[in-house]
């Protein structure tokens, strides 16, 4: 099978090229991902070798510059590519939009027109928007996103479902609730915390820290997306959680337990306009539908994590600074000509 996986440099799409490399070495790999701040060619570099892996950097919106990439005859795209910040797409809502949705687009035009046996879009649970004290979403959740980041998402969605009901394109959505584990970028709660705890410095958690979110191993959601690609139904979508819901304070307080740090570190700051108060996946059709189980429990899966950011702290120094793109430079720059 021949893959174009989209946003492979980024922390969820990183860990899927390690993992479906590993579990499928007879499958090709092709990685487009423009590289924008998030985007970490580090994060493959054990892999950028391999006869059945190629990164090109290229940008979702761009038609004409991914169309090479279609002609190499795809059969199966798996859009990963997006702005994933929350508190960015407050501040700056034009590039969600944009990548988002006129990416996604872009891509479903081209997945039609050259006729790919599969399009698979990694959405988020946030498209439901925010839950009360009780509940979980489903599939079948009406679609009410509260951030400008999760409207470009739903946006995204709907376009996917439009060109199924439209166009034939034959088509998959999983929406998945927060992963967390290696490589993922120090802008997002769990990474922030730590490298903060460990330079002891204040952690800031948003409002009361009692907003809750469902907590999965990045590798257990990658397993996911490969049953999906497989064996899913046409036109269908598929939620993905663990079962693991935790409030923001119970997750600071794991991080500064584990990292030996006092809790005085943490320091309440304003809260993020329109937080979503609490997320919660019904995962039950994924479960007997394709037979999907997480690998990982929280307990389990926060220690590995944990531990993985105290033996990677060169990676963290690199990513903070900005080294990676250096690193692009001096790899690609010259015979790339770029
Ligand atoms: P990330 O921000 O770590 O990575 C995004 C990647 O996309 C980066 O490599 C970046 O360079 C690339 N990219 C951005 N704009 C691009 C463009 N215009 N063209 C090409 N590449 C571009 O994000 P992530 O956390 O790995 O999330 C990946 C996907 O999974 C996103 O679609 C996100 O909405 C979804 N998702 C994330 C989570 C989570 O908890 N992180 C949960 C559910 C779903
Ligand atoms: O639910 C899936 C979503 O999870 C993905 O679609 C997004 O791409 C991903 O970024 C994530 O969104 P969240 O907004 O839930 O993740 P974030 O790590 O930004 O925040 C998690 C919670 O922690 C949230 O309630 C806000 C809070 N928080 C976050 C940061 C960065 C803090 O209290 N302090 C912080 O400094």
New binding site residues.
Partial sequence: MRMLVTGGAGFIGSNFVHYMLREHPEDIIINADSLTYAGNLENLRAVEQEPNYQFVRVDITDREALRPLFEQEIDVVVNFAAE????RSILEPDVFVRTNILGTQTLLDLAKEFKVRKFVQVS???VYGTLGDTGLFSETTPLAANSPYSASKAGADLLVRAYHETFGLPVNITRC??NYGPYQFP???IP?MIQNALADKQL???GD?L?V?DWLYVEDHCKAIDLVIREGATGEVYNVGGNNERN?LQVVRTILQELGKPESLITYVTD?PG?DRR?AIDASKIRTQLGWQPKYNYESGIVETIRWYLSNQAWMEQVKSGGYRDYYEMQYGERLGS
Avoid at 84 to 87: A, R, T
């Fill in positions: 994933s910040h929350v508190d988020t649970d946030e609730s927060n802008e997002k709660l922030l800031p958690v948003y820290g907003n979110r923001n993020r937080h997320y």
